[in-house]
């Protein structure tokens, strides 16, 4: 597969200079056109729509360009440097000119280019893919009126195969959500990353209502057992492949009739394997809740002091070197300066450690030792000390239970917010609420009103409620 065999060898090249960001929006100029009209554009409207653009944002502060673009060799007349940027975008192969019979020119985006466009402007409006419609979409295809046509059988596949790569690439953004979250260095990032960033792109668009209204399993059998009951009716199968030779679709009949069996066996293989992908893409989600909450926790508990303590080691380290001590061994007092934390998340940025052979090591039996029961105790009540501010989902359930009393649901801005207790309440019942336990669910509100917390942080003011059923 050679890519430089469909598009110019330089097409790519004008995304590289410094004019690249004009570059892309002259292009989206052309592109919006080609949306908006049914006919070809002419090359004076798409001129007219470059003049204006760069009367409204003059091209300034370029040194140089790769391209030989710079301030010295651009046209200075605005209407002679949209010319010169239109016959750029066609020696690069972005678009072509078509030469009308009253020797007029009309502008033509080729195919390949349209299809890069629209990626693009896919990735910069942040389009996401609508998996319930998908599943629908497929589903209808597949058991409507005309479900056994080779043309609904070729839209439900190619479906399939749109909505199993975006659930892959809901598996794979998961983990870049994730490091964005784990590199918050502040409890109001952190929140507003959880709550707002991740809630939005992924748990409300994707997950949430994925899991709910439209699930999978709702379609995933039916769709099964369509395709399966297709296979076996050869004599269908046949008419549609002689169809696909009447329409020039395939060559023969035997190519035919492979190109619908592949179609619906990879269908069928897709929704009887779709779980797997699920059980992954939630087990993903669940690693992303545990490092929220870890995360909240640190952050939580070194919020405010570690700025502090930063500046007592540098300011006690650089005593040390004045006086001519910096050499010796540090006092036993200078460790409550820091604190270590074990590191949980690998990422490829993480140091690799080659194994080695394990030493065999000469076995002797231990004398049994008598532990003391009261530093038993004691180190229990440390234990105790240092897991209490962790929320289980059941404590959860029964805070909740409280809260609503006969009310059908309740907002966050209602709970009680006294002391930290009541915070880290308020924190857990979101964060527990995407557990498969949980008997409520948290649904985020177009209210800007938010719960103010100044020594740690804020919440948005979201709605809590039972889930059906419950």
């Given at each position: 597969m050679?890519?430089?065999?469909?598009?110019?060898?330089?097409?790519?090249?004008?995304?590289?200079?410094?004019?690249?960001?004009l570059?892309?929006?002259?292009?989206?100029?052309i592109?919006?056109?080609?949306?908006?009209?049914?006919?070809?554009?002419?090359?004076?409207?798409?001129?007219?729509?470059?003049?204006e653009?760069?009367?409204?944002?003059?091209?300034?502060?370029?040194?140089?360009?790769?391209?030989?673009?710079?301030?010295?060799?651009?046209?200075?007349?605005?209407?002679l440097?949209?010319?010169?940027f239109?016959?750029?975008?066609?020696?690069?192969?972005?678009?072509e000119?078509?030469?009308?019979?009253?020797?007029?020119?009309?502008v033509?985006?080729?195919?390949?280019?349209?299809?890069?466009?629209d990626?693009?402007?896919?990735?910069?409006?942040?389009?996401?893919m609508?998996?319930?419609?998908?599943?629908?979409?497929?589903?209808q295809?597949l058991?409507?009126?005309e479900?056994?046509?080779?043309?609904?059988?070729?839209?439900?596949?190619?479906?399939?195969?749109?909505?199993l790569?975006?659930?892959?690439?809901?598996?794979?953004?998961?983990?870049?959500y994730?490091?964005?979250?784990?590199?918050?260095?502040?409890?109001n990032?952190?929140l507003?990353?959880?709550?707002?960033?991740?809630?939005?792109?992924?748990?409300?668009?994707?997950?949430?209502?994925?899991?709910?209204?439209e699930?999978?399993?709702?379609?995933?059998?039916?769709?099964i057992?369509?395709?399966e009951?297709?296979?076996?009716?050869?004599?269908v199968?046949?008419?549609?492949?002689?169809?696909?030779?009447?329409?020039?679709?395939?060559?023969?009949?035997?190519?035919?009739?492979?190109?619908?069996?592949?179609?619906?066996?990879?269908?069928?293989?897709?929704?009887?394997?779709?779980?797997?992908?699920?059980?992954e893409?939630?087990?993903?989600?669940?690693?992303?809740?545990?490092?929220?909450?870890?995360?909240?926790?640190l952050?939580?508990?070194n919020?405010?002091?570690?700025?502090?303590h930063?500046g007592?080691?540098?300011?006690?380290?650089?005593?040390?070197?004045?006086?001519?001590?910096?050499?010796?061994?540090?006092?036993?007092?200078f460790?409550?300066?820091?604190?270590?934390?074990?590191?949980?998340?690998?990422?490829?940025?993480s140091?690799?450690?080659?194994?080695?052979?394990?030493a065999?090591?000469?076995?002797?039996p231990?004398d049994?030792?008598?532990?003391d029961?009261?530093?038993?105790?004691?180190?229990?009540?440390?234990?105790?000390e240092?897991?209490?501010?962790v929320?289980?989902?059941e404590?959860?359930?029964?805070?909740?239970?409280?809260?609503?009393?006969?009310?059908?649901?309740?907002h966050?801005?209602?709970?009680?917010?006294?002391d930290t207790?009541d915070?880290?309440?308020?924190?857990?019942?979101?964060?527990?609420?995407?557990?498969?336990?949980?008997?409520?669910?948290?649904?985020?509100?177009?209210?800007?009103?938010?719960?103010v917390n100044?020594?740690?942080?804020?919440?948005?003011?979201?709605k809590v409620?039972?889930?059906?059923?419950r």
């Amino acid at each position: 597969m050679n890519i430089f065999e469909r598009i110019p060898e330089n097409f790519f090249s004008i995304l590289t200079t410094k004019l690249k960001h004009l570059h892309t929006d002259l292009l989206f100029l052309i592109y919006q056109q080609f949306k908006s009209s049914i006919y070809i554009i002419e090359r004076d409207v798409v001129i007219d729509y470059f003049v204006e653009y760069l009367e409204t944002y003059p091209v300034t502060n370029v040194e140089s360009d790769e391209e030989s673009d710079s301030l010295t060799t651009l046209p200075k007349e605005t209407r002679l440097l949209a010319f010169h940027f239109l016959n750029k975008f066609i020696e690069h192969g972005w678009v072509e000119l078509e030469q009308q019979p009253n020797w007029s020119y009309k502008v033509i985006i080729p195919d390949y280019a349209i299809r890069i466009l629209d990626t693009f402007e896919k990735i910069a409006l942040g389009y996401q893919m609508e998996f319930r419609g998908q599943v629908l979409s497929i589903f209808q295809n597949l058991t409507g009126t005309e479900g056994y046509r080779y043309i609904a059988i070729q839209q439900a596949y190619e479906t399939t195969d749109a909505f199993l790569n975006g659930l892959r690439e809901l598996n794979h953004n998961i983990k870049r959500y994730m490091e964005e979250m784990l590199a918050s260095t502040s409890i109001n990032e952190l929140l507003h990353h959880l709550f707002v960033v991740y809630k939005e792109r992924i748990l409300d668009t994707h997950f949430y209502r994925l899991k709910t209204s439209e699930h999978i399993s709702k379609y995933r059998t039916q769709i099964i057992r369509r395709t399966e009951d297709m296979l076996y009716n050869r004599t269908v199968i046949e008419e549609q492949a002689q169809l696909m030779v009447n329409d020039r679709v395939a060559k023969s009949t035997h190519e035919a009739i492979q190109t619908i069996d592949n179609w619906l066996e990879s269908i069928a293989a897709s929704f009887r394997n779709v779980a797997e992908l699920e059980n992954e893409i939630d087990s993903r989600n669940q690693k992303y809740v545990r490092a929220a909450e870890r995360r909240i926790s640190l952050l939580y508990n070194n919020s405010g002091n570690l700025a502090a303590h930063i500046g007592s080691i540098l300011k006690f380290l650089s005593g040390l070197i004045r006086n001519g001590e910096g050499k010796g061994e540090l006092p036993e007092n200078f460790s409550q300066f820091i604190q270590l934390y074990r590191q949980e998340f690998l990422d490829i940025k993480s140091p690799s450690v080659v194994r080695s052979a394990n030493a065999k090591i000469a076995q002797t039996p231990l004398d049994i030792i008598e532990i003391d029961e009261e530093k038993k105790l004691q180190k229990l009540k440390e234990l105790r000390e240092r897991t209490k501010e962790v929320k289980a989902v059941e404590q959860m359930n029964e805070f909740v239970k409280k809260a609503l009393s006969d009310k059908l649901d309740i907002h966050i801005s209602e709970f009680p917010m006294a002391d930290t207790e009541d915070w880290l309440n308020a924190v857990y019942t979101v964060i527990r609420s995407t557990s498969k336990n949980s008997i409520y669910k948290v649904e985020m509100e177009s209210d800007s009103k938010i719960l103010v917390n100044v020594s740690v942080g804020k919440l948005p003011n979201m709605k809590v409620k039972l889930k059906e059923g419950r």
